[in-house]
């Protein structure tokens, strides 16, 4: 079964519009950790975030910032004031800590199109 | 460099072929992953090192999938017999605590 669900599969944004991606995840473990990973076309998943399943505080990243709420499953993220720079895929993962290893577990994806 | 690379970066095989891919984790990276990501999905998960110690490979799809990393170093994911269902994007990750950082991958088309 599939434990993080990615439901958007594109957002097409004008430059300097925010958007938001969201993801839901399924864990029964209470301590997990959340993460997003951005890939550009070059193909190489860059690291963005992680967060840990205690720390529920938002946390903001230049233009980047990210929505956890344990209470609906949800760790979501925002892209304001969005530039071309921005298109790429972005993954939301979870790592549980009952399964082995710190393996992540990823969503389908968000393919985010920013056109000037 | 800094980062993890993955060597080669394509690979054609004929069906039926063996092939080797190579990933150089970032030095002194204990823990080592392999993914497989087919096109339009996210990655999914095959093999775990510790150091040397393959700790899990739950997730080789079939046991033409062999990975080893004899040194706790570079590692090698070989896939013997290659079937079309085998392209995809091999990428590899290396990570000292949680955080996972990916090499460029290996993209193999079966012909």
């Known amino acids: 079964a599939q434990k993080v669900t990615q439901a958007q599969t594109e957002i097409s944004v004008v430059e300097k519009e925010d958007v938001t991606l969201d993801c839901v995840y399924e864990t029964r473990d209470t301590t997990y950790y959340l993460f997003w990973y951005k890939q550009p076309p070059s193909g190489e998943l860059v690291f963005l975030i992680r967060r840990n399943s205690f720390d529920e505080q938002n946390e903001i990243s230049g233009r980047y910032s990210w929505n956890f709420q344990k209470s609906t499953s949800s760790f979501n993220f925002t892209i304001t004031a969005s530039q071309v720079v921005d298109s790429a895929v972005y993954f939301c993962?979870?790592?549980?800590?009952?399964?082995?290893?710190?393996?992540?577990?990823f969503g389908a994806g968000t393919q985010v199109v920013v056109t000037p | 460099g800094a980062g993890v690379s993955q060597s080669p970066r394509y690979k054609v095989a004929k069906r039926g072929q063996d092939v080797a891919l190579r990933c150089d984790p970032i030095s002194g990276h204990v823990s080592l992953f392999w993914y497989q990501q087919a096109l339009g999905q996210g990655p999914e998960f095959l093999t775990y090192f510790q150091n040397e110690a393959q700790l899990d490979k739950s997730g080789l799809p079939s046991d033409r999938f062999f990975a080893e990393r004899p040194e706790g170093s570079v590692s090698t994911l070989k896939i013997q017999r290659t079937q079309q269902e085998d392209s995809a994007v091999y990428l590899c990750?290396?990570?000292?605590?949680?955080?996972?950082?990916f090499g460029p991958g290996t993209r193999l088309t079966v012909t």
């Open positions: 990750a290396s990570s000292l605590a949680y955080e996972q950082y």
């Open positions: 993962a979870l790592s549980e800590t009952t399964d082995s290893w710190g393996k992540l577990q």
